[in-house]
């Protein structure tokens, strides 16, 4: 039996749960014995939708934010870029399919040269570059 890849699409709408867990070990900038926030990609998709236009914001201020409205100290790092990218990529597979440049969650807001998760996308900066200048935001 073949398997079939997941599409980016099918990645960012799946049924995995959010969670808080106490962090036994220390683990990148989160200490020991801390409470931690594994997001899901539709939630970072939500928070990304709601970044006004002309706005950046950064990977790590969304961990704040979102570590604080799920009642934890820190959201996972990993699980944060992994999210991101998927969001990205959904939203990249949308615009392919037709849907308007409104209607994609705005990703670029999100992503500059600086970001990891730009080296890592499918379709490489242009995009995010020509979306970024159009809004008044530095690549």
């Given amino acids: 039996m073949a398997y079939k ?3 980016w699409h099918e990645k960012l709408h799946t049924s995995q749960q959010s969670s808080v867990k106490q962090v036994e070990n220390s683990f990148a900038d989160i200490p020991a014995g ?3 926030f594994i997001a899901t990609p539709g939630i970072v998709d939500a928070y990304i ?7 950046h914001t950064s990977i790590q201020q969304m961990r704040k934010d979102l570590a604080a409205e799920y009642a934890a100290a820190y959201m996972c790092p990993v699980t944060a870029g992994i999210f991101l990218r998927i969001a990205a990529e959904a939203a990249w597979e949308d615009l392919k399919a037709g849907k308007a440049i409104e209607e994609i969650t705005p990703f ?12 890592k996308l499918s379709f490489g900066t242009d995009f995010i570059k020509e979306q970024r200048n159009r809004e008044g935001l530095p690549f």
């Fill in 49 to 55: 939708r709601n970044i006004p236009e002309g706005t």
């Fill in 108 to 119: 670029w807001r999100m992503l500059d040269h600086r970001s990891p998760t730009c080296r």
């Fill in 34 to 36: 801390a409470t931690m």
């Fill in 5 to 7: 890849k997941k599409t």
